[in-house]
């Protein structure tokens, strides 16, 4: 059964809170080091099928209900066993 | 212009036709109409150049209906106007609402729409709505101390979805989650407003937030600067490519919402609102804000216009000073962002040692981004180069247009219920587990409603995990003081859309009669009229019959009128939003320890309803449930409103009255079984003395100035004489807890307070 990941990520120019405070932790520890931190979320399905159904339904999902296209981007990659 | 600045980019205008300028007016995003183009064809005509595109930009945005209420404002001038003042110490001229609360402090209110965003993006719009006014009552120096937010949502329970807008179920949860995230992460008690559900609302979703605050009377900041040589110092988040172009788009209509609608949205950043309001109130207690106004639609463009132009003085700012998210942002861009958590402050350059000490401690940064001058002139520099140089008069003013409007006649439409009798328990069953019509607590439980310690009566009153509506919300916000401050928000939008005239006065005698319900007077209203493309008549007849009743209601029970706002273009593919005008309203609770709320108290008490009886069932969430029509909606009478104001107060001031509840939606029956709802304690009631209508028509009318009261039984002779004068009339008393009704002797309606509660308290289970 492929595994297939779904990444979810803001568009570039997105305010991303999480991601300004914990930059701003990091600095305040001491990682001056660190330029940037961005957040994402990743979904991981099981999907009965082909490789490329399985692809086929994640786009769909992705697209219906885990990401709105005015803020977010998505990428789906499967998983080699 | 200098000379530098012709290696600007100029838009060349001068001389192209008007077919041209629209094509200009669209490739840029500008939202501007074909006339207003050819209006800035002439002014720049005038001064013999072209303009540059950050001055396009600025026109736009100064000239949207977000920012200069072009389609609004000569109606509502013509009603609000000549209003009186009464308590209030700034109306309908800053930011927001100022109104005096006792002899030291005043209280600061204002509510706003934030639906277009929301429509495309609810967690973020509907965020972004909360945080916008924070900050509106935040530039008056004011500490804010509640939130309230009435919202709407198409039909939720669709299963089948095929439009391209987003899924109601996905709009309602994201709003909410939206709202609750903002609100309970800077810290802010979400007391009161309204949830409700129409098919209307499918693909425009309405989204009203308003805030309340306090603040010293000598410490009210005013939102513009008079005094040249002062500096503009600009704090909290830095400005980003996020919400470009929000206000005009605010201005058309949402036809498609896709991806491309995408520099409109904002997200909000509530870790920076909560430091940012401590460092603001802070430099306004040590006396250095001359001046402050927040950042909303039209960002830096519309705050440094409006506050110049109010002071009668004119303004140089260098734009590479702006703290930026991204690098290599263009200077319109810069110029027009809606980036969230900015607030604008004039200050004495002596003073900026001291700003920065505040701000430093409360880690927010800021920048110096230009100072005040006198002239007419504001000027606009990026790196040297003069990118904007216009007058400010022109800039800011905007176009006023006297749009024509149209009140169409109604068809007279007489509802007809069945003739016999209906099944009334299975009926109320139904009825009662209806979205529209069921406990609003899987949306009011996510929200903190106690947060700052201060709220007196919360949106759910009753038992702990077994509370009931409250009519409205009391919070208590000074600590040396025991006046409270009851809140409520909503709509009778059904009742509006067949009567746009009688609807806004059942809303306006609504949320009077919610205050009036907890024992306080009301002070003072705020209204956010929500409305579908002005560009139409009939909408634009909505707009001055609501302004209208609002006026006319307001003159009548000696109330202000403090701060409006009117969303347009509610539409998509040509369909409007059923009208809403929202209503905000604030009163004085004497004393919190009088606070009346709405659960019953005790079994044996008497409950009596005060107030004109009416039997019609215009307008009423029955007929809507039933899917009947009627074209009439009933007349509040805004005298006797008057008449029972000042005793209802007097009676409550007394500790008398146990528990209060208004007869609104879901008429006498709902208000009853709600009473019921928050502590389990039934009712036997009979019918008779009501009216000689039929039963369902006195269960379920919801006309009539009426609120239900429980007061114990060896009290009764005193309540009467306190009320002497106004009609009362005793329907019932309290039980340990069953529902028995009855109608001249026949039974109307048997069962136990708890299988109706169940009903009413899972109907939005399914959806959030």
Redesign the interface.
């Given at each position: 059964m492929p595994v297939v990941v779904i990444k979810v990520e803001y568009l570039p120019g997105v305010e991303d809170p999480e991601a300004l405070t914990i930059l701003k932790n990091l600095n305040i520890l001491g990682y001056g080091g660190v330029k940037s931190v961005q957040t994402s979320k990743s979904y991981q399905l099981n999907v009965q099928g082909s490789e490329a159904e399985a692809k086929k339904i994640a786009e769909d999902v992705a697209e219906k209900i885990l990401t709105n296209p005015v803020i977010q981007k998505y990428s789906i990659r499967i998983l080699k066993k | 212009m200098t000379e530098a600045a012709e290696t600007q980019i100029n838009v060349q205008i001068l001389g192209k036709s008007p077919q041209y300028l629209m094509e200009l007016s669209q490739s840029m995003s500008l939202g501007l109409s074909q006339e207003e183009m050819i209006m800035l064809q002439n002014y720049f005509e005038g001064i013999g150049r072209n303009p540059t595109d950050v001055e396009m930009q600025a026109m736009a945005q100064a000239w949207s209906e977000h920012c200069c209420y072009k389609s609004s404002k000569f109606y509502l001038r013509k009603y609000f106007g000549g209003l009186e003042k009464h308590d209030a110490i700034l109306a309908m001229e800053d930011d927001a609402g100022v109104v005096a609360f006792d002899d030291d402090y005043a209280y600061v209110l204002k509510m706003e729409s934030h639906n277009h965003p929301s429509a495309?993006?609810p967690?973020?719009g509907a965020a972004t709505g909360v945080g916008g006014i924070i900050r509106d009552v935040l530039c008056m120096g004011a500490q804010p101390v509640a939130l309230v937010d009435s919202i709407y949502f198409g039909e939720v329970w669709a299963d089948e979805w095929k439009e391209k807008t987003?899924h109601p179920r996905?709009i309602l949860n994201s709003v909410v989650g939206g709202i609750r995230d903002y609100g309970n992460r800077v810290g802010l008690p979400n007391v009161a407003g309204s949830v409700d559900f129409d098919r209307s609302f499918n693909h425009s979703p309405l989204v009203n937030a308003g805030c309340i605050g306090i603040v010293r009377k000598d410490g009210i900041i005013r939102s513009f600067v008079s005094k040249p040589g002062d500096i503009f110092v600009l704090a909290g988040?830095r400005t980003?490519?996020?919400g470009i172009h929000g206000v005009n788009f605010a201005s058309a209509n949402l036809q498609e919402?896709?991806?491309k609608?995408?520099?409109v949205?904002?997200?909000?950043?509530?870790?920076?609102k909560e430091p940012l309001i401590h460092a603001v109130l802070e430099a306004c207690d040590v006396h250095i804000v001359d001046g402050m106004k927040d950042l909303g639609g039209g960002g830096l463009s519309s705050s440094v216009g409006e506050m110049c132009l109010s002071g009668g003085v004119a303004a140089e700012i260098d734009l590479e000073k702006v703290l930026l998210?991204?690098p290599a942002m263009l200077p319109w861009e810069i110029w027009i962002s809606e980036?969230?958590e900015r607030m604008l402050m004039a200050i004495d350059p002596l003073n900026l040692p001291e700003l920065s000490r505040i701000f430093e401690k409360w880690d927010i940064e800021f920048s110096v981004i230009g100072k005040i001058v006198e002239g007419n002139n504001l000027v606009i520099r990026h790196n040297g180069l003069t990118v904007l140089d216009l007058d400010l008069d022109f800039l800011t003013s905007g176009p006023v247009y006297c749009r024509n409007f149209e009140i169409p006649d109604r068809k007279i439409i007489d509802y007809v219920l069945p003739a016999e009798n209906f099944n009334l328990k299975e009926l109320l069953m139904k009825f009662l587990s209806n979205p529209e019509n069921c406990a609003r607590f899987n949306i009011t439980r996510q929200y903190d409603h106690t947060v700052r310690g201060s709220t007196v009566i919360r949106p759910l009153s009753g038992k702990p995990n077994h509370e009931t509506h409250s009519d409205a919300a009391i919070i208590k916000p000074v600590e040396q003081s025991n006046r409270g401050l009851a809140i409520t928000a909503g709509s009778r939008y059904d009742m509006v859309a067949v009567d746009p005239l009688a609807g806004t006065l059942a809303t306006m005698t609504e949320a009077y009669l919610n205050i009036l319900a907890t024992g306080s007077m009301p002070n003072s209203v705020v209204d956010c009229i929500n409305l579908g493309n002005p560009e139409d008549p009939i909408i634009m007849g909505q707009l001055v019959q609501i302004s209208s009743a609002i006026s006319e209601f307001c003159r009548k029970l000696a109330l202000p009128v403090v701060a409006g706002n009117v969303s347009l273009y509610n539409q998509y593919s040509g369909a409007d939003i059923k009208p809403v005008p929202n209503i905000m309203m604030v009163g004085i609770t004497p004393d919190v320890a009088h606070a009346v709320s709405t659960d019953f108290k005790k079994a044996g008490s008497s409950i009596y309803i005060i107030g004109r009886e009416s039997s019609s069932l215009g307008g009423s969430r029955l007929l809507k449930f039933l899917g009947l029509e009627s074209s009439s909606v009933p007349w509040f009478d805004m005298e006797e409103l008057a008449a029972i104001s000042g005793p209802f107060v007097r009676a409550a001031g007394t500790g008398l009255i146990l528990a209060a509840h208004d007869i609104s939606s879901g008429g006498l029956i709902q208000a009853l079984l709600e009473m019921s709802f928050g502590s389990g304690i039934g009712f036997t009631v009979d019918l008779s003395e009501i009216s000689p209508a039929r039963t369902i028509e006195k269960l379920f009318s919801e006309g009539g100035e009426r609120i239900l009261i429980e007061v114990s039984q060896e009290n009764d002779e005193r309540f009467r004489e306190l009320l002497d004068g106004i009609q009362i009339t005793r329907i019932g008393s309290t039980n340990e807890n069953s529902i028995t009704i009855t109608d001249l002797q026949m039974p109307v309606l048997d069962g136990t307070v708890e299988e109706f509660r169940e009903a009413w308290v899972h109907g939005l289970d399914n959806y959030i």
């Open positions: - | 495309i993006e967690y973020g987003l996905f988040g980003g490519r996020d919402k896709s991806g609608n995408k520099s949205v904002q997200l909000g950043n509530p870790i920076v998210k991204e980036s969230q």
